[in-house]
């Protein structure tokens, strides 16, 4: 079974800070995906990767930046966290751009 | 323009009855691919089903099937003898080629089985 974790699944963080969630997929996928989640909104991509140390912009990637050193782990960063970045984020991975994506169980992220 | 559309918040189901999800999408891309998936109160996003714009049946897997009119631009996943654990968000979801093969997903749908 294909298994997507997640670093933490609650975080509380003060607003100014620099916050860093990992992602790690251990079936070798080469693409890999950031959401946040908001009631009514859906889901919404921040970044992806198809590869390793390739990036792209997903929907909203204001005040994100996104790092893949290694195939299997793609992290989120919030280089100075505001209280408008408290949300569901969930990663999620695939093996290739056609098929469906695997997530993680989400981290739950507050700002204060 | 939305590109995904759920139009029920919230609904409730008798157990043991079928239930139908309604999802419409709006693309010009004329290769796509429309997903649903489950999402229980623990959060995880679990895979459902798939159906791609040119497969010629609707799709099946085990009580999920997919309701899909193309020509409505409509995917509606029906799920049939509900369960207690069928309590959940559910999400339409579209891949698009022409975008990139992101996925777009609609606001999602919140099905409570009663016993």
């Known amino acids: 079974d294909v298994k997507v974790t997640q670093s933490s699944r609650y975080l509380v963080k003060r607003t100014g800070e620099k916050v860093f969630l990992e992602c790690v997929q251990d079936?070798?996928?080469?693409?890999m995906f950031w959401y946040r989640q908001d009631p009514g909104l859906g889901l919404r991509l921040i970044y992806f990767?198809?590869?390793?140390?390739?990036?792209e912009k997903g929907d909203i990637p204001e005040g994100y930046s996104v790092s893949r050193e290694k195939k299997e782990r793609f992290s989120l960063i919030l280089e100075s966290a505001s209280t408008n970045q408290t949300s569901m984020y969930l990663c999620?991975?695939?093996?290739?751009?056609?098929?469906?994506?695997?997530f993680g169980p989400g981290t739950r992220l507050t700002v204060l | 323009a939305q590109k995904i559309t759920q139009t029920q918040p919230g609904m409730f189901v008798q157990e043991k009855e079928a239930v139908t999800l309604d999802c419409t999408y709006d693309?010009?891309?004329?290769?796509?691919?429309l997903f649903w998936y489950k999402q229980p109160s623990s959060g995880e996003m679990i895979f459902l089903i798939y159906?791609?714009?040119?497969?010629?049946q609707n799709a099946t897997e085990g009580r999920y099937s997919l309701n899909f009119q193309k020509a409505r631009k409509s995917a509606n996943l029906v799920i049939s003898a509900s369960q207690l654990g069928d309590s959940a968000m559910y999400f339409c979801?579209?891949?698009?080629?022409?975008?990139?093969?992101?996925?777009?997903f609609g606001g999602g749908t919140r099905v409570l089985v009663k016993p």
């Open positions: 999620a991975s695939s093996i290739g751009g056609y098929n469906e994506q695997f």
């Open positions: 079936m070798d996928h080469e693409n």
């Open positions: 990767s198809y590869d390793v140390k390739m990036k």
């Open positions: 693309t010009s891309d004329p290769s796509y691919g």
């Open positions: 159906q791609g714009s040119y497969d010629q």
């Open positions: 979801a579209m891949r698009e080629p022409l975008s990139g093969n992101k996925l777009t």
